[in-house]
């Protein structure tokens, strides 16, 4: 099992840009493709963005892409967002979660407590 911790989240101005991190824990971190996830206010959560359990190659929604970057370091366990140009619609929280590489649903019906992103007009 792997349990993940996301952080990096804050207030921003239209724009902006912010990076996220999601820190998980587990030797198995590695052989996952891990995938980014957000939820608006009165929203289902949302894919956003996926890397291969390498990191070889990524995908995004068509909101994010090419304003969003996901990259991973398997050797800190860790997986990242940045996240430039950021627009209102943006405003969310965001979480983590490994995929089936190709898909857009989340392998865990678990989360973590996500970081709260908010985009100023």
């Known amino acids: 099992q792997v349990q993940l911790v996301e952080s990096g989240g804050g207030l921003v101005q239209a724009g902006g840009s912010l990076r996220l991190s999601c820190a998980a824990s587990?030797?198995?971190?590695?052989?996952?493709?891990m995938g980014w996830f957000r939820q608006a206010p009165g929203k289902e959560r949302e894919f956003v963005a996926a890397?291969?359990?390498?990191?070889?190659?990524?995908y995004y929604a068509g909101s994010v892409e090419g304003r969003f970057t996901i990259s991973r370091d398997n050797a800190k366990n860790t997986v990242d967002l940045q996240m430039n140009s950021l627009k209102p619609e943006d405003t969310a929280v965001y979480y983590c979660?490994?995929?089936?590489?190709?898909?857009?649903?989340?392998?865990?019906?678990?989360w973590g407590q996500g970081t709260q992103v908010t985009v100023s007009s």
């Open positions: 890397i291969s359990w390498r990191g070889g190659s990524s």
């Open positions: 587990g030797r198995t971190f590695s052989s996952f493709a």
């Open positions: 979660n490994p995929v089936t590489y190709g898909g857009t649903q989340s392998l865990f019906g678990s």
